[in-house]
């Protein structure tokens, strides 16, 4: 069984920073591209960043290219969200996928991240 617990969300002020790390189980995490997908209240789900089976290649949607970073670590089955300069906009709840967008085979029940002062 395919299991993604996400941690690390919180309350944050503007321009604050957060880790997000997403624990995978339950399948071949070293051979599946990974993404972080998040939900604003009210809205679709939102593409975030997606990372390569090895992590070499990465790619971000537009509202986060260059605050947030994804990274993983195989040898753990941990996919990360490093998010800086953190903006009201980015609240929402995070999850992990497995897979590239749009076609996500699985997610994670999801970390709350709220950005407010």
């Known amino acids: 069984e395919v299991q993604l617990v996400e941690s690390g969300g919180g309350l944050v002020q503007p321009g604050g920073s957060l880790r997000l790390s997403c624990a995978a189980s339950?399948?071949?995490?070293?051979?599946?591209?990974m993404s972080w997908a998040r939900q604003a209240p009210g809205k679709g789900l939102e593409w975030v960043s997606t990372?390569?089976?090895?992590?070499?290649?990465?790619n971000y949607a537009d509202s986060v290219k260059g605050r947030f970073a994804i990274s993983r670590d195989n040898a753990k089955n941990m996919l990360y969200l490093q998010m800086n300069s953190l903006k009201p906009e980015d609240t929402a709840v995070y999850y992990c996928?497995?897979?590239?967008?749009?076609?996500?085979?699985?997610r994670g029940q999801g970390t709350q991240v709220t950005v407010s002062s």
């Open positions: 990372i390569s089976i090895g992590g070499g290649s990465t």
């Open positions: 996928a497995v897979g590239p967008p749009p076609t996500y085979t699985a």
């Open positions: 339950g399948f071949s995490f070293g051979s599946r591209y």
